[in-house]
Every structure is written in structure tokens, then in C-alpha cells.
């Protein structure tokens, strides 16, 4: 039997993801986190871990949760909120009635560059007032001082996916520290051993496949090369007041002095006896700030929004916490990127790395996760070649190439291949996304695997039927319902 492990290095949402999916595969894993906690960033403290670092969503449409719902893994969700939305602008905070019939042309569906900045291209298609409040809401989704200067692509993907569907935003009730106790439960459940405390050096880094899930930075640092990609840096403001602020939900303060937008969110899923004395009722804020600008500039703007959309909120502080995060919240791509264009999942000598910087689709933490999962497999292919075939190549067993093998078993299969030019994603996007999914209906058999690549997106198909060719044709002619993608 083959007992030899495989590694992940970092316990937060992509190494546990990691060490869940090497797991599911058959191999023994370690989990090798540096802290004496699991959770990495999406648990807000050791003495408070209930309490968000920042405000936190999810959203139903994403790798993370599509994920947690494959594995029928249990985390509550709560919200929307979408109803206890206000805008602060020059005028005052608002339901935002008056925006949402600005940015009515948005709800379009149009395709934006990669090598624009956001600002130029959005002037260029809805006018220089529609894009300066595209640009500031950017902020909401970037956590960025200047959501404006970064690629149009990047930046449309992300307004479309939240901006129009915000039904689909969900609060972790209890906060992201149930999310991490759920994905450990379920590491643990799978044999994975934790060993917390366990801060790897790149003399300790062992010699098997590995997952390297710490922030870029770090990952650099242990595998001594240069590992980096822009990001944020944000203020952050998390108030726990004693009186109940009460409505508004979330104000996004886009007053004109700011390029970016304000986010205050109270924070309704937090356990308020969690909070105890300090004060049941929590604020969470956040503001991209640029270089050079300190905590207390950034937090007296955003203490500034609080002001107007609760007042009183100073007299009731419980207790309060400051602080500014540098690149803790992604990767955001520049003019001229894209995600793929970000460090890769593969980083040769079996080394694979999961992150939220690194060269894998989606949004904020979905980015960790569908890294994890792509490197949590590829460790366990170098695995079994390690195991059973070293110094052999290997095929990756891609989606078309499921298809290939379905199509020489199938009885009168046909296998075609066609680009579509032009495009580069397939959706849903996320690791179910570059996948195939095959229906059966009425006696024929339709397989369809869709892969992003540098052309465009290819699409091969496989038909198969013991039906004549006339009825046949007339299958193939009525409408299927579509599953998402699936690996
Ligand atoms: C203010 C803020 C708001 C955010 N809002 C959202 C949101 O609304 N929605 C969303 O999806 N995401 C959000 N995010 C992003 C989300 O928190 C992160 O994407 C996610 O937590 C990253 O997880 P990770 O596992 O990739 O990295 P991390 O959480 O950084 O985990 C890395 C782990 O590696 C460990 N480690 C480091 N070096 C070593 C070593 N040498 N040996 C062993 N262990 C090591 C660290 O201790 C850490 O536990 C937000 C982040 C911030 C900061």
C-alpha cells in the first residue's frame, strides 16, 4: 500500500479545501498550519474568532458554496438583505432608487476589455457620471482605493455578478469561523492529520507532492522564488455597540470626495451573546486605502459614514477594533491581466499552490477554493506517479479526455470539436466550470466538455444512440435542460 503522504501547508480556506480534496482522493494528508488555529483570514482573531476580519459574504452562485452543497457539508447561511440597502451620497443615504435607474444600461449584457482601465472604458459606455458611480461601487467588490485604474474585464465580471444578483449574497451565520469548523470537521472526518503550531521553513519543506496554501508572500518566502501579484490595502473598522443601531443593513457611502466606495455593514450574523458585555450588536467596515495612508485617516472616514447612517453609535461603543490589511483580500488584476496571467496552481517538483492570488477563476475567497481543489488533484496524480510510475510521464485525465474514452465505448458514438473564437470562460465559473456534463434523454446519450484556452473556448461533443438517424436528429432537436458543468 502506498502510505506516503501528501502535504498542505496552511490551514485557511484553501488548505483545508486542499487537504479535503487530496483526502477524498484515497491519499493520506498532513495539514501543516503555522498558527495555533485553523482559519488563516477568514477568522477574524484568536480572542474573537466569531468576529469577522472585515465584512464577509458569500455568494449561492460560487465555487465555495456550489462546493459545501456537493459534499452536502452543513454551513448556515442567512440573508439576503438586499431590501436594507442604503446609499450615502452628496445628498444623504438613501434606498438607491435614484442609482439603480442610472445604472439601469448595465443590466445589458456586454463583453469589456482586458487591456482598458475600468474608468476609460465605462465613460466610453455609459457616460462619465454612470462610470464614475460604476467606479466607486467597485469598491464594494475589490476592497481597492482606486477600483477605476484596474482592468475593465476584471472589474465588469465582478459589478455584473454582484451588482445585478444580489439576492444571491449570503452572511455565514455565526460568522466565517463556522465555515473553517465545518471544513475541519470535515478534514478530520477524512483521516486528514492537523498539526497546528507547525510553521514550515523551506528546510522543513518536505520532499512529496505538496500544496503550498499560504498568502502569495509567504508562499514566495518558503519557496524561495518571486511570487507576487497586486492587491489591496484596506482600513478596517469593527465596532460592537451596546444599543441596537438598527436599519439600515449595509450602507455603501458614495460620497464624490472618495474614488472607491465605503462599506458599513451590520453585521446580522454574529451571535450577539458571542459579543457578551462588550455590546450585542456589531459594525463591520471597510475602506481600500492607498499606499501611505494610516489607520487613523482611513478609520475616521469611514467613522465619518457611521455618523450619517447611525447616529449616536460613538456613545454606545463596546468595543472597537482598527487596523489596515494589505493584500488580504485577493488578487485584483491590473489593465493588460487576467486571473490566468496570475501565478500558477503549478509550480513544478510537485509543488502545487492554492491561494486567493493565484491563477484559478472567481471571486474573493473562491479563488482559494478553486485553486485548492485544481492543486488538491494534481498532488494526487503526482502521488500515484510518484508511487507507481516514477519517471513517467502522465496525462491529465482532462475533461475532452473523458469524452474521447466515452466515445470509444459507446456503441455508434460521434465525438466533434469545435472553438468557439473569441471566448474565454466558460460558465459557471469555477472548478466545475472548465468541465463536461452529459444528459440522456430519450435514447441518446449527449456528453459535453467545455475548456477555456488561449484561442478561445473549445467544445467537443459526444453523440451516442442505438435510434436510426431520423429519430435520432429529432432527439437531438428538443430542448434538454442545462446542468452546470461538472469534473
Ligand atoms: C477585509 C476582508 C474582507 C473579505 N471579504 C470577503 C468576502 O466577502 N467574501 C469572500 O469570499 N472572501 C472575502 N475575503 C477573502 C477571504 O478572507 C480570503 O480569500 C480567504 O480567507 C483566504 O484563504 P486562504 O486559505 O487562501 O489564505 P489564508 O486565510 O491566509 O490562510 C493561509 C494559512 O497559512 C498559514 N501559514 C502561513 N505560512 C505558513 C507556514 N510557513 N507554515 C504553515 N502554515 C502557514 C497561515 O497561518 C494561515 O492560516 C475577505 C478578506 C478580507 C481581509
Redesign the pocket.
Known amino acids: 500500500m502506498n502510505e506516503r503522504p501528501i502535504h498542505v501547508?496552511?490551514?485557511?480556506?484553501?488548505?483545508?479545501?486542499a487537504a479535503i480534496t487530496a483526502a477524498e482522493g484515497g491519499a493520506p494528508v498532513v495539514l501543516?498550519?503555522?498558527?495555533a488555529?485553523?482559519?488563516?483570514?477568514?477568522?477574524g482573531s484568536a480572542e474573537r474568532p466569531w468576529v469577522?476580519?472585515?465584512?464577509?459574504?458569500?455568494?449561492t452562485d460560487?465555487a465555495?458554496v456550489r462546493w459545501l452543497r456537493q459534499r452536502r457539508i452543513d454551513v448556515p447561511l442567512c440573508g439576503p438583505m438586499v431590501r436594507g440597502v442604503r446609499m450615502l451620497d452628496d445628498r444623504g443615504a438613501r434606498f438607491p432608487f435614484r442609482q439603480g435607474l442610472q445604472l439601469l444600461p448595465t443590466i445589458l449584457r456586454r463583453e469589456a476589455p482586458v487591456d482598458e482601465t475600468f474608468r476609460a472604458w465605462a465613460e466610453n459606455t455609459f457616460g462619465d457620471a454612470s462610470a464614475d458611480l460604476l467606479c466607486r461601487l467597485g469598491g464594494l467588490i475589490t476592497?481597492h482605493h482606486d477600483p477605476g485604474a484596474l482592468s475593465a474585464r476584471f472589474m465588469w465580471d465582478r459589478y455584473r455578478r454582484t451588482a445585478l444578483s444580489p439576492d444571491r449574497v449570503r452572511w455565514v451565520a455565526g460568522g466565517?469561523v463556522s465555515l473553517v469548523d465545518a471544513l475541519a470537521e470535515r478534514a478530520r472526518t477524512l483521516g486528514v492529520r492537523i498539526e497546528l503550531d507547525?510553521?514550515?521553513?523551506p528546510e522543513s519543506l518536505p520532499d512529496a507532492p505538496t500544496v503550498v496554501?499560504?498568502?502569495l508572500s509567504?508562499?514566495g518566502?518558503?519557496l524561495e522564488r518571486d511570487l507576487s501579484w497586486p492587491g489591496a490595502r484596506?482600513a478596517?473598522l469593527d465596532v460592537a455597540t451596546t444599543a441596537d443601531p438598527g436599519w439600515p443593513a449595509v450602507i455603501a457611502d458614495v460620497r464624490s470626495d472618495l474614488a472607491t466606495c465605503c462599506m458599513i455593514e451590520r453585521e446580522t450574523a454574529a451571535d450577539p451573546a458571542a459579543l457578551g458585555e462588550e455590546g450585542g450588536h456589531l459594525i463591520q467596515a471597510?475602506l481600500g486605502v492607498a499606499p501611505g495612508v494610516g489607520v487613523a485617516e482611513g478609520v475616521s472616514r469611514i467613522e465619518d459614514g457611521l455618523d450619517v447612517g447611525f447616529p449616536g453609535w460613538r456613545e454606545a461603543v463596546g468595543w472597537r477594533r482598527a487596523q489596515i490589511?494589505v493584500d488580504?483580500?485577493?488578487a485584483v488584476d491590473p489593465p493588460g491581466t487576467t486571473w490566468r496571467d496570475r501565478p500558477s496552481v503549478e509550480q513544478g517538483d510537485d509543488v502545487f499552490l492554492?491561494?486567493?492570488?493565484v491563477a484559478a477563476p472567481g471571486?474573493?475567497?473562491?479563488?482559494?477554493v478553486n485553486?485548492?481543489v485544481q492543486a488538491g488533484r494534481l498532488a494526487l496524480d503526482a502521488r500515484r506517479r510518484r508511487a507507481f510510475a516514477p519517471g513517467w510521464p502522465t496525462a491529465e485525465l482532462t475533461p475532452e479526455r473523458r469524452l474521447a474514452v466515452l466515445a470509444a465505448v459507446l456503441p455508434s458514438a460521434e465525438l466533434t470539436t469545435t472553438t468557439v473564437p473569441g471566448a474565454d470562460e466558460v460558465a459557471p465559473v469555477d472548478e466545475t466550470g472548465p468541465g463536461y456534463r452529459i444528459e440522456r434523454r430519450a435514447g441518446v446519450t449527449r456528453a459535453t466538455a467545455a475548456t477555456a484556452g488561449k484561442g478561445g473556448v473549445r467544445v467537443t461533443r459526444v453523440v451516442a444512440s442505438a435510434l436510426p438517424g431520423v429519430a435520432r436528429a429529432a432527439v437531438e432537436r428538443l430542448p434538454v435542460w442545462r446542468r452546470p458543468f461538472r469534473r
Open positions: 501547508v496552511g490551514g485557511g480556506i484553501a488548505g483545508l479545501v501543516h498550519e503555522g498558527g488555529r485553523l482559519g488563516g483570514r477568514a477568522v469577522n476580519l472585515g465584512p464577509h459574504v458569500v455568494f460560487g465555495l476592497y466565517w507547525d510553521r514550515l521553513t496554501a499560504t498568502k509567504g508562499a518566502r518558503l484596506t478596517l471597510q490589511v488580504g483580500t485577493g492554492a491561494g486567493d492570488a471571486f474573493l475567497s473562491e479563488v482559494s485553486s485548492a
